[in-house]
T-cell receptor, first 113, second 109 residues
Framework: DAGVIQSPRHEVTEMGQEVTLRCKPI?????LFWYRQTMMRGLELLIY????????DSGMPEDRFSAKMPNASFSTLKIQPSEPRDSAVYFC???????????FGPGTRLTVL | KQEVTQIPAALSVPEGENLVLNCSFT??????LQWFRQDPGKGLTSLLL?????REQTSGRLNASLDKSSGRSTLYIAASQPGDSATYLC????????FGTGTRLQVFP
């Protein structure tokens, strides 16, 4: 099993640009989570989907952030426009229906200049 | 507000020592408590999951306990090895995971 796949692994962009992060969950998992990790705030849940439907987006910091899951094998997290304070590592995780264990991807390190 | 606290924030020990990492949480209505390991530049790896009805879980040299009444969990690492060096995070699960800030562990030869 390839595990959770995230792309890109590193992204450097300038303030004001649009950023799109991508995630492919483990095949057969029906829940998908987006997290953000910073030194100041630790690991925070941004949004999670169950069967492709957004269930809780209370962690999404602003309207500049949006997430979609068009099908069971793909999700995107978009930031438009990006700001320097969005610099962080963004993780995607997935979970199967018969377990509470979440499996994390390797993360995308985002730097906004 | 749900809070998860981990003590100590950092720990450096010689190889072979037995270790205890502490996790405190405020919400007693948890479904389960989970421990993860994070290596530098990598994602999180699940180590142990303790359901709210359980008192402890074991996996190899790792043992995690849960005391809901006091809002505490401990991760015990027996006979530590340099390969155990990583950051260890606990997370309480109510309807979503709330993570602690982690304990950064270094085991030196």
């Amino acid at each position: 099993d390839a595990g959770v796949i995230q792309s890109p692994r590193h992204e450097v962009t300038e303030m004001g640009q649009e950023v799109t992060l991508r995630c492919k969950p483990i095949s057969g998992h029906n829940s998908l989570f987006w997290y953000r990790q910073t030194m100041m705030r630790g690991l925070e849940l941004l949004i999670y989907f169950n069967n492709n439907v957004p269930i809780d987006d209370s962690g999404m910091p602003e309207d500049r952030f949006s997430a979609k899951m068009p099908n069971a094998s793909f999700s995107t997290l978009k930031i438009q426009p990006s700001e320097p304070r969005d610099s962080a590592v963004y993780f995607c995780a997935s979970r199967g229906s018969r377990t509470d264990t979440q499996y994390f991807g390797p993360g995308t390190r985002l730097t906004v200049l | 507000k749900q809070e998860v606290t981990q003590i100590p924030a950092a720990l450096s020990v010689p190889e072979g020592e037995n270790l205890v990492l502490n996790c405190s949480f405020t919400d007693s209505a948890i479904y389960n408590l989970q421990w993860f390991r994070q290596d530098p530049g990598k994602g999180l790896t699940s180590l142990l999951l303790i359901q709210s009805s359980q008192r402890e879980q074991t996996s190899g040299r790792l043992n995690a306990s849960l005391d809901k009444s006091s809002g505490r969990s401990t991760l015990y690492i027996a006979a530590s090895q340099p390969g155990d060096s990583a950051t260890y995070l606990c997370a309480e699960n109510t309807d979503k995971l709330i993570f602690g800030t982690g304990t950064r562990l270094q085991v030196f030869p």
